[in-house]
């Protein structure tokens, strides 16, 4: 992941009339926390909304509270925020809703991998440990990779959610990052006028100090 080029492509949006960033608004992401870097942007993000999203999503992740309400609540505000919202601001949250949906996706496939594989849980003792959405996966999906036989089938799902079906993974833990900051970065290059950008600049900036 080239954090130098999220960095400029974040700070480009400052520009955009809805943020209203201004250049000290974005801090250095090599050196701030999470925490100083979702207060700099809410600065500048003036819709109550928005606003209150982002500051859950980067409270979320700068006290490492993450679990299953964490997310929960996260696709809830989206989707009262697209029911409720103007259509201008609908494809903005389409774009920080397939971040987050494959986000969630693959923390799910990643969940039944460990627990099938070290802790060996099996069948309905798998579900209450995953995040209650589906974003790209059915109901039949996940039944599938909670029951299959073999559990390097869990890997098929997981590489189609990416968007990497030809891929060929030993382990899920090894690529989620990476696959979930170049999700938020290309949601965001394809609308920039969203949600995207800042909670894709927090996710990212998270995974460097991690």
């Not at 925490?35 to 979320?60: H, N, P, Q, T, W």
């Not at 987050?100 to 309905?124: E, T």
């Not at 390097?152 to 799902?157: A, G, N, V």
């Not at 290309?186 to 800042?198: D, H, I, V, W």
Request: hydrophobic letters at 35%.
């Amino acid at each position: 992941m080239n954090y130098n080029a999220l960095n400029a492509k974040v700070q480009a949006m400052r520009s955009h009339e809805r943020f209203h960033f201004e250049p000290q608004a974005i801090p250095d992401i090599h050196s701030s926390p999470v925490e100083a870097a979702c207060e700099s942007l809410l600065k500048y993000i003036f819709d109550k909304s928005m606003k209150d999203f982002v500051r859950e999503f980067g409270s979320g992740l700068a006290s490492g509270e993450t679990g299953v309400q964490y997310y929960l609540s996260l696709w809830r505000k989206l989707n009262k925020m697209d029911k409720l919202g103007s259509m201008n601001r609908k494809p903005g949250i389409n774009s920080m809703k397939q971040s987050l949906g494959l986000d969630i996706d693959l923390r799910n496939v990643l969940w039944i991998y460990r627990l099938r594989k070290y802790h060996n849980i099996q069948g309905h003792a798998v579900y209450g440990h995953l995040i209650p959405v589906r974003h790209r996966f059915s109901k039949a999906d996940i039944a599938n990779m909670v029951n299959c036989r073999n559990i390097d089938e869990i890997m098929r799902p997981y590489r189609q959610a990416a968007g990497l079906a030809g891929a060929r993974f030993d382990s899920p833990e090894k690529y989620f990052a990476t696959l979930v900051c170049q999700k938020y970065n290309s949601e965001f290059r394809k609308n920039a006028n969203s949600l995207t950008g800042a909670c894709g600049y927090l996710y990212a900036l998270h995974m460097k100090k991690s």
